[in-house]
Protein backbone atom coordinates (compact mmCIF):
# COMPACT_ATOMS: atom_id res chain seq x y z
CA UNK A 1 0.00 0.00 0.00
CA UNK A 2 1.37 3.33 -0.89
CA UNK A 3 0.37 7.01 0.81
CA UNK A 4 0.75 9.49 -2.45
CA UNK A 5 -1.68 11.89 -0.38
CA UNK A 6 0.95 15.12 -0.86
CA UNK A 7 -0.26 18.72 1.09
CA UNK A 8 0.34 21.16 -1.61
CA UNK A 9 0.38 23.96 0.62
CA UNK A 10 2.96 23.48 3.44
CA UNK A 11 4.76 20.66 1.39
CA UNK A 12 4.50 17.90 3.96
CA UNK A 13 3.16 14.25 3.65
CA UNK A 14 0.65 13.30 5.68
CA UNK A 15 0.79 10.84 8.15
CA UNK A 16 -2.17 9.15 9.89
CA UNK A 17 -2.89 9.64 13.57
CA UNK A 18 -5.36 9.22 15.69
CA UNK A 19 -7.31 12.09 16.49
CA UNK A 20 -9.21 10.33 20.09
CA UNK A 21 -9.86 6.84 21.58
CA UNK A 22 -14.08 6.11 20.73
CA UNK A 23 -15.84 3.71 19.87
CA UNK A 24 -18.94 5.75 20.24
CA UNK A 25 -20.80 5.93 17.37
CA UNK A 26 -22.18 9.44 17.58
CA UNK A 27 -19.37 11.41 18.45
CA UNK A 28 -17.65 9.66 15.49
CA UNK A 29 -20.59 11.12 13.08
CA UNK A 30 -19.83 14.01 15.03
CA UNK A 31 -16.11 13.87 14.17
CA UNK A 32 -17.11 13.56 10.28
CA UNK A 33 -19.43 16.96 10.36
CA UNK A 34 -17.11 18.98 12.07
CA UNK A 35 -14.65 18.92 9.37
CA UNK A 36 -16.99 18.61 6.00
CA UNK A 37 -18.25 21.72 8.27
CA UNK A 38 -14.91 22.79 8.35
CA UNK A 39 -14.05 22.52 4.73
CA UNK A 40 -12.52 19.47 5.30
CA UNK A 41 -12.57 16.18 3.59
CA UNK A 42 -13.16 13.10 4.58
CA UNK A 43 -14.25 9.74 4.23
CA UNK A 44 -16.43 7.36 5.89
CA UNK A 45 -15.35 3.63 6.73
CA UNK A 46 -17.69 1.00 7.18
CA UNK A 47 -17.25 -2.46 7.92
CA UNK A 48 -19.53 -4.33 6.02
CA UNK A 49 -18.63 -7.78 6.05
CA UNK A 50 -17.12 -10.43 8.54
CA UNK A 51 -15.43 -13.81 7.27
CA UNK A 52 -15.02 -15.92 10.52
CA UNK A 53 -14.22 -14.23 13.73
CA UNK A 54 -13.89 -10.23 13.94
CA UNK A 55 -13.05 -7.72 17.22
CA UNK A 56 -16.26 -5.01 15.91
CA UNK A 57 -20.21 -5.43 15.23
CA UNK A 58 -20.92 -5.50 11.40
CA UNK A 59 -21.65 -1.65 10.54
CA UNK A 60 -18.65 -0.62 13.10
CA UNK A 61 -17.19 2.67 11.47
CA UNK A 62 -14.31 5.34 11.55
CA UNK A 63 -13.90 8.48 10.13
CA UNK A 64 -10.66 10.13 8.31
CA UNK A 65 -10.13 13.54 7.42
CA UNK A 66 -7.82 15.06 4.85
CA UNK A 67 -4.91 15.86 7.28
CA UNK A 68 -5.22 12.08 8.48
CA UNK A 69 -6.31 12.61 11.85
CA UNK A 70 -8.98 9.66 12.46
CA UNK A 71 -10.96 8.00 15.08
CA UNK A 72 -13.24 4.90 15.71
CA UNK A 73 -12.23 1.27 14.94
CA UNK A 74 -13.51 -1.25 12.54
CA UNK A 75 -11.19 -3.77 14.23
CA UNK A 76 -8.88 -4.35 17.50
CA UNK A 77 -6.63 -1.40 16.23
CA UNK A 78 -4.83 -3.46 13.69
CA UNK A 79 -5.84 -2.15 10.56
CA UNK A 80 -7.24 1.75 11.48
CA UNK A 81 -3.64 3.12 10.36
CA UNK A 82 -3.42 0.92 7.36
CA UNK A 83 -7.22 1.54 6.61
CA UNK A 84 -6.54 5.75 7.32
CA UNK A 85 -4.25 5.75 4.36
CA UNK A 86 -6.42 4.16 1.72
CA UNK A 87 -9.10 6.41 3.35
CA UNK A 88 -6.54 9.34 2.05
CA UNK A 89 -6.57 7.72 -1.20
CA UNK A 90 -9.91 7.95 -1.93
CA UNK A 91 -9.59 11.44 -1.10
CA UNK A 92 -7.29 12.09 -3.92
CA UNK A 93 -9.10 10.03 -6.49
CA UNK A 94 -12.72 10.92 -5.76
CA UNK A 95 -13.36 7.38 -6.04
CA UNK A 96 -15.21 5.05 -3.04
CA UNK A 97 -13.56 1.60 -3.27
CA UNK A 98 -13.65 -1.61 -0.63
CA UNK A 99 -10.30 -3.33 0.95
CA UNK A 100 -10.58 -6.63 2.32
CA UNK A 101 -7.94 -7.50 5.59
CA UNK A 102 -7.23 -11.13 7.22
CA UNK A 103 -8.90 -14.04 5.38
CA UNK A 104 -9.28 -12.70 1.39
CA UNK A 105 -6.94 -10.03 1.31
CA UNK A 106 -4.32 -9.50 -1.15
CA UNK A 107 -2.05 -7.78 1.53
CA UNK A 108 0.16 -10.68 3.39
CA UNK A 109 1.55 -7.64 6.05
CA UNK A 110 -1.51 -8.03 7.94
CA UNK A 111 -3.02 -10.30 9.53
CA UNK A 112 -5.91 -9.95 11.97
CA UNK A 113 -5.69 -12.33 15.38
CA UNK A 114 -9.05 -13.28 15.44
CA UNK A 115 -7.84 -14.82 12.50
CA UNK A 116 -10.55 -14.38 10.23
CA UNK A 117 -11.22 -11.49 7.62
CA UNK A 118 -13.27 -8.49 7.05
CA UNK A 119 -14.16 -6.05 4.14
CA UNK A 120 -14.55 -2.14 4.58
CA UNK A 121 -16.66 0.18 2.92
CA UNK A 122 -14.68 3.65 2.06
CA UNK A 123 -16.62 6.51 0.91
CA UNK A 124 -15.96 9.78 0.43
CA UNK A 125 -18.50 11.84 1.97
CA UNK A 126 -20.23 14.56 0.14
CA UNK A 127 -22.32 16.40 2.50
CA UNK A 128 -22.96 16.96 6.45
CA UNK A 129 -26.78 16.26 6.00
CA UNK A 130 -27.48 12.53 6.53
CA UNK A 131 -25.12 12.46 8.72
CA UNK A 132 -26.73 15.31 10.56
CA UNK A 133 -30.09 13.66 10.09
CA UNK A 134 -29.01 10.85 11.86
CA UNK A 135 -27.31 12.63 14.81
CA UNK A 136 -30.85 14.59 14.89
CA UNK A 137 -33.51 11.90 14.58
CA UNK A 138 -31.00 10.27 17.93
CA UNK A 139 -31.12 13.31 19.79
CA UNK A 140 -34.95 13.32 19.48
CA UNK A 141 -34.29 9.85 20.60
CA UNK A 142 -35.70 7.92 17.91
CA UNK A 143 -34.17 5.36 15.43
CA UNK A 144 -32.92 5.98 12.15
CA UNK A 145 -30.19 4.28 9.37
CA UNK A 146 -27.43 5.10 7.09
CA UNK A 147 -27.62 3.43 3.55
CA UNK A 148 -24.67 3.22 1.56
CA UNK A 149 -25.24 2.79 -2.23
CA UNK A 150 -21.78 1.67 -3.89
CA UNK A 151 -22.57 2.04 -6.83
CA UNK A 152 -24.04 5.54 -7.08
CA UNK A 153 -21.66 6.16 -4.03
CA UNK A 154 -23.83 8.13 -2.02
CA UNK A 155 -25.35 8.43 1.60
CA UNK A 156 -28.89 8.57 2.81
CA UNK A 157 -30.09 9.08 5.95
CA UNK A 158 -33.05 6.55 6.91
CA UNK A 159 -35.67 8.18 8.62
CA UNK A 160 -36.76 4.82 10.40
CA UNK A 161 -34.60 1.67 12.30
CA UNK A 162 -32.92 -0.66 9.75
CA UNK A 163 -31.54 -4.14 10.60
CA UNK A 164 -27.70 -3.44 9.86
CA UNK A 165 -26.58 -5.54 6.97
CA UNK A 166 -26.75 -5.65 3.29
CA UNK A 167 -29.94 -4.36 1.60
CA UNK A 168 -30.19 -5.29 -2.49
CA UNK A 169 -27.43 -3.40 -3.25
CA UNK A 170 -26.50 -1.39 -0.53
CA UNK A 171 -25.39 -1.66 2.90
CA UNK A 172 -27.43 -0.32 5.59
CA UNK A 173 -26.45 0.65 9.51
CA UNK A 174 -28.97 0.77 12.07
CA UNK A 175 -28.69 3.67 14.79
CA UNK A 176 -30.31 3.32 18.35
CA UNK A 177 -30.26 6.08 20.59
CA UNK A 178 -28.44 5.76 23.90
CA UNK A 179 -29.42 3.94 27.06
CA UNK A 180 -31.11 5.77 29.65
CA UNK A 181 -31.29 4.57 32.72
CA UNK A 182 -33.86 5.30 34.91
CA UNK A 183 -32.71 4.01 38.80
CA UNK A 184 -35.37 4.45 41.29
CA UNK A 185 -35.20 4.09 45.14
CA UNK A 186 -33.24 5.52 48.01
CA UNK A 187 -30.96 3.00 49.08
CA UNK A 188 -26.81 2.37 49.14
CA UNK A 189 -27.49 0.12 45.92
CA UNK A 190 -29.17 2.60 44.19
CA UNK A 191 -26.53 5.24 44.60
CA UNK A 192 -23.82 3.24 43.76
CA UNK A 193 -25.22 1.79 40.85
CA UNK A 194 -26.20 5.85 39.41
CA UNK A 195 -22.18 6.24 40.56
CA UNK A 196 -20.81 3.08 38.22
CA UNK A 197 -22.89 4.23 35.47
CA UNK A 198 -21.47 7.40 35.01
CA UNK A 199 -18.43 5.80 33.70
CA UNK A 200 -20.43 4.01 31.07
CA UNK A 201 -21.73 6.69 28.72
CA UNK A 202 -25.33 5.48 29.40
CA UNK A 203 -27.84 8.96 30.44
CA UNK A 204 -28.30 7.97 33.90
CA UNK A 205 -31.36 9.30 36.08
CA UNK A 206 -31.39 8.19 39.76
CA UNK A 207 -35.02 9.06 41.75
CA UNK A 208 -36.13 8.76 45.48
CA UNK A 209 -39.40 9.59 44.53
CA UNK A 210 -41.52 9.42 41.45
CA UNK A 211 -42.93 11.82 39.35
CA UNK A 212 -45.42 11.01 37.03
CA UNK A 213 -43.18 13.76 34.31
CA UNK A 214 -40.90 10.50 34.90
CA UNK A 215 -42.81 8.04 32.86
CA UNK A 216 -41.92 10.01 30.03
CA UNK A 217 -38.49 9.57 29.67
CA UNK A 218 -39.15 5.55 29.57
CA UNK A 219 -38.85 4.62 25.81
CA UNK A 220 -37.59 1.65 24.39
CA UNK A 221 -33.97 2.43 24.64
CA UNK A 222 -34.39 2.50 28.63
CA UNK A 223 -33.24 0.53 30.98
CA UNK A 224 -35.62 0.21 34.29
CA UNK A 225 -34.14 -0.34 37.45
CA UNK A 226 -36.04 -1.18 40.40
CA UNK A 227 -33.42 -0.55 44.10
CA UNK A 228 -35.84 0.30 46.40
CA UNK A 229 -36.67 -2.21 49.02
CA UNK A 230 -40.26 -1.77 48.93
CA UNK A 231 -42.62 -3.30 46.98
CA UNK A 232 -45.47 -0.61 47.28
CA UNK A 233 -43.15 2.24 46.16
CA UNK A 234 -42.26 0.59 42.96
CA UNK A 235 -45.59 0.20 42.02
CA UNK A 236 -45.72 3.53 40.26
CA UNK A 237 -42.52 2.63 38.31
CA UNK A 238 -43.34 -0.63 37.67
CA UNK A 239 -47.03 0.68 35.88
CA UNK A 240 -45.02 3.18 34.37
CA UNK A 241 -42.62 0.43 32.55
CA UNK A 242 -45.70 -2.22 31.60
CA UNK A 243 -47.16 1.15 29.25
CA UNK A 244 -44.37 2.32 28.60
CA UNK A 245 -42.08 -1.41 27.36
CA UNK A 246 -38.72 -0.62 28.26
CA UNK A 247 -35.79 -3.07 26.73
CA UNK A 248 -35.19 -3.87 30.47
CA UNK A 249 -36.86 -4.11 33.78
CA UNK A 250 -34.99 -5.04 36.97
CA UNK A 251 -36.04 -5.13 40.68
CA UNK A 252 -34.28 -6.00 43.56
CA UNK A 253 -35.17 -8.41 45.97
CA UNK A 254 -34.94 -12.15 47.05
CA UNK A 255 -37.26 -14.88 45.02
CA UNK A 256 -39.46 -14.65 47.97
CA UNK A 257 -39.90 -10.92 47.59
CA UNK A 258 -40.65 -11.34 43.68
CA UNK A 259 -43.25 -13.97 44.68
CA UNK A 260 -45.00 -11.65 46.66
CA UNK A 261 -44.11 -8.44 43.71
CA UNK A 262 -46.14 -10.98 41.18
CA UNK A 263 -48.89 -11.70 43.62
CA UNK A 264 -49.69 -7.66 43.64
CA UNK A 265 -49.17 -7.52 39.78
CA UNK A 266 -51.76 -9.97 39.30
CA UNK A 267 -53.50 -8.65 41.60
CA UNK A 268 -53.62 -5.29 39.69
CA UNK A 269 -54.47 -7.29 36.35
CA UNK A 270 -50.92 -7.85 35.04
CA UNK A 271 -50.75 -11.48 32.49
CA UNK A 272 -47.82 -13.60 33.31
CA UNK A 273 -46.33 -12.73 29.99
CA UNK A 274 -45.69 -8.62 31.61
CA UNK A 275 -44.18 -9.89 34.31
CA UNK A 276 -41.86 -12.35 32.49
CA UNK A 277 -40.75 -9.34 31.53
CA UNK A 278 -39.22 -8.47 35.18
CA UNK A 279 -35.34 -9.52 35.93
CA UNK A 280 -35.70 -10.91 39.62
CA UNK A 281 -33.57 -10.89 41.34
CA UNK A 282 -32.26 -8.34 39.37
CA UNK A 283 -28.28 -8.70 38.40
CA UNK A 284 -26.24 -11.59 36.45
CA UNK A 285 -24.51 -12.69 39.69
CA UNK A 286 -26.00 -14.73 42.21
CA UNK A 287 -26.79 -13.27 45.52
CA UNK A 288 -24.53 -10.17 45.61
CA UNK A 289 -24.68 -9.18 48.89
CA UNK A 290 -22.80 -5.31 48.70
CA UNK A 291 -23.81 -2.34 47.16
CA UNK A 292 -20.84 -2.03 44.90
CA UNK A 293 -20.86 -5.67 43.59
CA UNK A 294 -24.75 -5.43 42.83
CA UNK A 295 -24.23 -1.91 40.70
CA UNK A 296 -21.82 -4.34 38.89
CA UNK A 297 -23.84 -7.13 38.44
CA UNK A 298 -26.87 -4.96 37.38
CA UNK A 299 -24.84 -2.70 34.65
CA UNK A 300 -23.70 -5.96 33.25
CA UNK A 301 -26.89 -7.51 32.71
CA UNK A 302 -28.39 -4.35 31.05
CA UNK A 303 -25.05 -4.56 28.84
CA UNK A 304 -25.81 -8.30 28.20
CA UNK A 305 -29.38 -7.65 27.33
CA UNK A 306 -28.66 -4.53 25.17
CA UNK A 307 -25.94 -6.12 23.53
CA UNK A 308 -27.91 -9.07 22.21
CA UNK A 309 -30.59 -6.77 21.06
CA UNK A 310 -27.70 -5.44 18.98
CA UNK A 311 -26.62 -8.78 17.77
CA UNK A 312 -30.39 -9.61 16.80
CA UNK A 313 -30.08 -6.30 14.41
CA UNK A 314 -27.85 -7.42 11.89
CA UNK A 315 -28.61 -9.29 8.87
CA UNK A 316 -25.49 -11.51 8.08
CA UNK A 317 -23.54 -10.50 4.98
CA UNK A 318 -24.50 -11.44 1.15
CA UNK A 319 -22.88 -13.81 -0.09
Not at 93 to 104: H, K, N, V
Not at 140 to 146: D, E, T, Y
Not at 174 to 194: D, H, K, N
Not at 233 to 249: D, G, I, N, T
Request: net charge neutral; with cysteine; charged share 25%.
Amino acid sequence: MSCSIFDTDDKRWHKPEQAFLTDDRRAILRFAVEALMSGKAAVLVTLVEIRGGAARQLGAQMVVREDGRYCGFVSGGCVEAATAFEALEVMESGRDREIRYGEGSPWFDIVLPCGGGITLALHKLRSPRPLLAVLNRLEQRKPAGLRYDPQAQSLECLPAQTRTGWHLNGFEVGFRPCVRLIIYGRSLEAQATASLAAATGYDSHIFDLFPASASAQIDADTAVILLCHDLTRELPVLQAAREAKPFYLGALGSYRTHTLRLQKLHELGWCKEETERISAPIGIFPKARDAHTLALSVLAEVASVRLHQEEASCLPPSS
